[in-house]
């Protein structure tokens, strides 16, 4: 059979690219809000509107992934959550203020609650699509992330210092959810588990709370879950990085303001993935722009154990010739001329 994106995918991993890096954009909610024939409000619950979505902005652009959710939302949501659809994209507000006991938060089914049983109909109908020849990447964000979703952020860190065990036991109950989750999407059909783990961030906790209390959950996801992860958190993660490594994730996702080389650097034999910008090029960029900010990328970082990625999210606004713009910039870039494989 002809050479696939999954196969793409797998030799990026192996350090061994045979004509060029994957193409991962973080395209999810963009493509919902480019390719669906519905406010996404209204996308958001059907996995048939979904998908069709998805395919078509894949079929359309010619990127190597397929995206299993519309948006980040349906975690907390599935908890409890309420989350409102405005123009500028989807915005949840926490469940409650503070938390005095684990038992408080809800347990959600990882099968009927809210719409993950739309995300696992979705994830059952792109993996049929796809059949194995292309990445279908099943999504939750990471637990420290997910928990400041339900509680407020700035009641969570501080438990931090007022109420460690109690932050650690509401740690632990919403990973173990997170991982019946993963073992679920893996069931329906991801072949790929991307966790976005934004509040974890070096601008919101140190780099020594990141090391107690985010890198033991995510090794226990990434360990557990028998799929490739691919781990992003944004802003300057290189305070970070030693332990995004030990995290067990296949692709390090970095944030557009990092310097790949450094990180290549920094991090030798881990893939990387990143991170061109989502809106001073493709938002707000020319084409032209775009793909001199895809080459940068693929010179800083190389092309061996790379997947050209966005920095974050692509706004939804991105114009679609701009995206296309990325995907045909990386096709001529092929394999550049230094392989570090």
Request: net charge neutral; with cysteine.
């Amino acid at each position: 059979m002809d050479y696939c994106a999954m196969d793409r995918f797998r030799d990026a991993l192996a350090g061994k690219p045979r004509d060029r890096v994957p193409l991962f954009p973080m395209i999810a909610g963009w493509a919902v809000a480019n390719f669906a024939d519905a406010p996404a409000a209204s996308v958001s619950g059907r996995a048939d509107l979904i998908a069709q979505a998805q395919i078509g902005a894949k079929e359309a652009l010619g990127y190597d992934s397929l995206y299993a959710y519309a948006d980040a939302l349906y975690i907390p949501e599935a908890f409890g959550c309420k989350v409102r659809f405005l123009e500028t994209g989807p915005l949840v507000s926490p469940l409650m203020a503070s938390i005095r006991d684990v038992g408080q938060l809800p347990q959600p089914d990882v099968r009927s609650s809210g719409r993950l049983p739309v995300i696992l109909e979705l994830t059952r109908k792109l993996g049929s699509y796809a059949k194995g020849r292309i990445p279908v990447l099943g999504m939750f964000e990471g637990p420290f992330t997910t928990l400041c979703r339900l509680v407020e952020a700035e009641h969570v860190l501080r438990l931090v210092f007022k109420n460690p065990s109690l932050l650690n036991a509401l740690l632990d109950r919403v990973s173990a959810f997170l991982l019946q989750f993963g073992f679920a999407l893996l069931e329906s059909g991801a072949n790929v588990i991307f966790i976005p783990e934004p509040t974890a961030s070096a601008s919101m906790i140190s780099p020594a709370m990141f090391r107690r209390l985010v890198l033991p959950r995510l090794k226990m996801l990434t360990e557990k879950l028998a799929a490739p992860c691919i781990l992003h958190i944004c802003g300057n993660t290189a305070p970070l990085l030693d332990s995004m490594v030990q995290s067990g994730a296949e692709v390090l996702s970095l944030d557009q303001c990092m310097d790949l080389s450094s990180a290549r650097a920094g991090s030798p034999g881990v893939s990387l993935g990143g991170n061109v910008d989502p809106v001073e090029a493709l938002l707000m960029g020319s084409r032209e722009k775009v793909a001199e900010a895809v080459r940068h990328c693929l010179r800083q970082a190389g092309t061996g154990r790379f997947v050209l990625m966005s920095g974050c999210g692509v706004p939804p606004g991105t114009p679609v010739e701009n995206v296309a713009a990325m995907v045909k910039a990386a096709e001529e870039y092929g394999l550049g001329p230094d392989d570090r494989g």
